[in-house]
């Protein structure tokens, strides 16, 4: 099993920048590709940003191109977001998620693991 923690949410006014971690514990060796989704309320969840294995391979959802960078770094098991330029319509609850295979993909279904999730809230 594989347990992933976030951190990092929290209130910022727009325009702010915030960085998110996601910390993988268990059976660290199992995860392949990494990514970070989000949801807010009365939503559907929304892909944000996903990594492949190495990290050599990233991408963004359209919402946040532009703003956002993912990295990881798997010798300390982790996994970051750094967004900036921030906007209201950024507020909700964001999600580390892994999965067994090293290919990246933006299906949240495709996605083994998920962490429990870190709020964060932008105010205009």
């Known amino acids: 099993q594989v347990q992933l923690v976030e951190s990092g949410g929290g209130l910022v006014q727009a325009g702010d920048s915030l960085r998110l971690s996601c910390a993988a514990s268990?059976?660290?060796?199992?995860?392949?590709?990494m990514g970070w989704f989000r949801q807010a309320p009365g939503k559907e969840r929304e892909f944000v940003a996903g990594?492949?294995?190495?990290?050599?391979?990233?991408s963004y959802g359209d919402s946040v191109q532009g703003r956002c960078t993912i990295s990881r770094d798997n010798a300390k098991k982790t996994l970051s977001l750094q967004m900036n330029s921030l906007k209201p319509e950024d507020t909700a609850v964001y999600y580390c998620a892994a999965r067994d295979n090293i290919a990246l993909t933006t299906l949240s279904r495709s996605y083994t693991w998920w962490g429990q999730g870190t709020q964060v809230t932008v105010s205009s």
């Open positions: 990594s492949n294995w190495s990290g050599g391979s990233t």
């Open positions: 268990g059976r660290t060796f199992s995860i392949g590709a």
